[in-house]
């Protein structure tokens, strides 16, 4: 689902070519910086006023989930929330 160069594509466009701002909402896509549970994307899936839910839509260990898991919204503007890589539409198109 999500290669390689579309996942440095991602990273590029949130730290190098002008810190692209996220600002989380329902049906987006993201995936996460760290190498402990390999490459794994999420879809915000459900919302409410103060929570996301999220799937695992992808991962590369075949890890997936029927339910969302739901996380407080403040959690992704603060602490380990900030590591999540926005895949916005157009990276789907390389």
């Given at each position: 689902m999500l290669t390689e160069r579309q996942?440095?594509?991602?990273?590029?466009?949130?730290?190098?070519?002008?810190?692209?701002?996220?600002?989380?909402?329902?049906?987006?896509?993201?995936?996460?910086?760290?190498?402990?549970?390999?490459?794994?994307?999420?879809?915000?899936?459900?919302?409410?006023?103060?929570?996301?839910?999220?799937?695992?839509?992808?991962?590369?260990?075949?890890?997936?989930?029927?339910?969302?898991?739901?996380?407080?919204?403040?959690?992704?503007?603060?602490?380990?929330?900030?590591?999540?890589?926005?895949?916005?539409?157009?990276?789907?198109?390389?």
């Amino acid at each position: 689902m999500l290669t390689e160069r579309q996942k440095l594509m991602a990273i590029e466009a949130k730290y190098y070519n002008g810190g692209i701002k996220w600002e989380p909402k329902l049906g987006d896509i993201y995936t996460l910086v760290r190498s402990s549970t390999g490459l794994e994307v999420f879809k915000i899936t459900d919302e409410t006023d103060t929570e996301f839910g999220i799937k695992i839509i992808w991962s590369d260990n075949g890890k997936s989930q029927d339910e969302p898991s739901w996380f407080d919204k403040s959690t992704f503007l603060e602490g380990f929330g900030t590591n999540r890589v926005h895949l916005p539409d157009w990276l789907f198109k390389y």
